[in-house]
């Protein structure tokens, strides 16, 4: 079953925002981190940001200071949202949780940033 639902995604112009969202269904227990990873095309898949079940978060040097990371524990939710998006940053983006031994892995939404 899926476990892990992106949403929020689209086509937006350089020096625009989206927030895209992640949902983790309940079933997945303990989840140590949340995080965002991402896929260009024709690219391999890169890693965005990641936030602990303490709050902690870390960004690839790429995204600081446009993107932000947070999430909400009552909903199971987290939150990628994506300023001054420039056209580099289109791609496939994939939620990611963490529950030690197992990795899952949403289906992925699009983003598209026109030039």
């Known amino acids: 079953q899926v476990q892990l639902v992106e949403s929020g995604g689209g086509l937006v112009q350089a020096g625009g925002s989206l927030r895209i969202s992640c949902t983790a269904n309940?079933?997945?227990?303990?989840?140590?981190?949340l995080g965002w990873y991402r896929q260009p095309p024709g690219k391999q898949r890169e890693f965005v940001a990641t936030?602990?079940?303490?709050?902690?978060?870390h960004y690839a040097d790429f995204v600081k200071g446009r993107f932000t990371i947070s999430r909400d524990n009552a909903k199971n939710t987290v939150y990628l949202q994506m300023n001054s998006l420039k056209p580099e940053d289109t791609g496939v983006y994939y939620c990611?949780?963490?529950?030690?031994?197992?990795?899952?892995w949403g289906q992925g939404t699009q983003v598209t940033v026109s030039s």
């Open positions: 309940r079933s997945i227990l303990n989840i140590n981190a």
């Open positions: 990611n949780a963490k529950a030690l031994p197992k990795d899952y």
């Open positions: 936030i602990t079940s303490g709050g902690s978060t």
